[in-house]
């Protein structure tokens, strides 16, 4: 039984999750995710191929899955919501969603079954008024959270600490969800990279249809007209049935032996893909700072969009790029046994944040045909190299302070 999600499209449309609530599921191909991660580098959170550094941006969030990028960061506390809201998180619940799971009320099991929403989303009711539309709406949107774009390993729950950010319906919209989608991709990427680690979380989705947009030969065969988000055009689509070891063999092989100009830098560019992409994803207030090297914040975690990288993913003509700036202190932070109001934990970086749009912040397009990137500064001041912008950032992590010193310098294999 399919959900029927048509009455519930006004009201996510108001959240800014109509767009994502298009993207129907696709067969993923993990021996092709697995040969990507493995030349993922946490030190630069960048792809290492032959033809140089790529990665996927905010813009490709945008592009790919139509959610807002936009906003304040996704954040707040994980677990302790007595402490900072004084509201007990299954009261809240059953506020917001109107029912609350069964076994769920007294406990500590904070993660909801997919399988629970999806069942109470297909029975909704038709008599449901403004309110009640507003709570089948919040399922939805937890469903989209857990299932999709911010799924964890497991990917058949998903967690309660989003529950007050939909609180206030008018403001779900505020927050930038494609950030935090980002955000916890580039954090699953990192953990994944360790050859120890089973499985991989993040949104696959945006993965996979980044890769197929960049190497179209990897694509399936598709001859319907391009929709908004990008992402929707795999929908249905399956791979070949063949075993998964020979596979990644022949991704390994196809990777390290790439032909002329495969690799599309600017498949946005397509002008029958922009006549599909609604004006606040070309311009103001979604598009405009997709060129700015920024910290991306997801409650506790922190990755940084080193875009200074990939200036051909911009049109730019790529020079020597910065030294990456060394965040294993954020790598190595667990959830499990630390929690706090992270907004003023991570004061700082909210405030980088909130600056994106500042001219020191994003690239600068010179001719449209060379990119100048900036440096970031983080707890100390750089001189300006010839051909560089001034620094970037002069911030400092709460209780660490990042020099240019404490910069990782890979010992293991140039980056």
């Not at 999806?118 to 959270?145: C, E, F, H, K, V």
Request: charged share 20%.
């Amino acid at each position: 039984m399919e959900i029927r999600r048509e009455r519930l499209d006004p009201y996510l449309r108001r959240t800014g999750f109509y767009h994502a609530s298009l993207i129907k599921r696709f067969e993923y191909d993990n021996p092709l995710i697995s040969a990507f991660v493995e030349r993922w580098r946490p030190e630069t959170h960048t792809f290492h191929l032959p033809w140089g550094e790529s990665t996927i941006t905010l813009e490709d969030v945008a592009m790919q899955l139509g959610l807002p990028v936009d906003g304040e960061p996704v954040s707040g506390t994980l677990r302790s919501w007595s402490k900072f809201h004084q509201r007990d998180i299954w009261e809240w619940c059953h506020e917001l969603l109107g029912e609350v799971p069964p076994g769920h009320v007294g406990t500590t099991k904070y993660n909801i079954k997919l399988k629970w929403l999806r069942t109470r989303l297909q029975q909704m009711p038709l008599d449901l008024d403004d309110n009640g539309l507003m709570q089948y709406a919040r399922s939805y949107i937890l469903y989209l959270l857990g299932g999709v774009l911010l799924p964890d390993k497991a990917n058949n729950t998903v967690h309660v600490r989003y529950l007050p950010l939909l609180a206030d319906f008018d403001a779900i919209s505020t927050y930038s969800w494609g950030s935090a989608v980002l955000c916890w991709l580039y954090r699953s990427m990192c953990l994944a990279t360790d050859y120890s680690v089973e499985g991989m979380a993040g949104c696959h989705t945006l993965l996979m249809s980044w890769i197929y947009y960049r190497l179209p030969f990897w694509a399936p065969d598709v001859t319907t007209a391009f929709s908004f988000p990008l992402a929707t055009r795999w929908a249905g689509k399956k791979r070949k049935n063949d075993y998964a070891e020979q596979r990644l063999l022949r991704h390994r092989l196809r990777l390290d032996n790439p032909q002329v100009d495969e690799f599309l830098w600017q498949p946005y560019m397509d002008p029958q893909i922009l006549s599909r992409v609604p004006a606040e994803f070309l311009g103001h207030p979604h598009g405009d700072f997709y060129s700015a090297v920024v910290p991306l914040i997801f409650f506790r975690w922190i990755e940084i969009l080193n875009v200074d990288r990939v200036l051909r993913q911009f049109g730019g003509k790529q020079g020597p790029p910065n030294p990456p700036l060394n965040i294993d202190t954020f790598h190595r932070q667990s959830a499990r046994n630390d929690d706090g109001w992270w907004p003023v934990r991570l004061s700082e970086w909210f405030e980088v944040w909130g600056k994106r749009r500042r001219d020191a912040y994003l690239l600068r397009l010179i001719m449209q045909i060379h990119c100048v990137p900036a440096m970031i500064t983080i707890g100390g001041t750089l001189r300006e190299p010839g051909g560089f912008c001034p620094p970037l950032m002069h911030c400092m992590t709460r209780g660490v302070t990042l020099s240019p010193q404490m910069r990782r310098q890979s010992t293991k294999e140039a980056l």
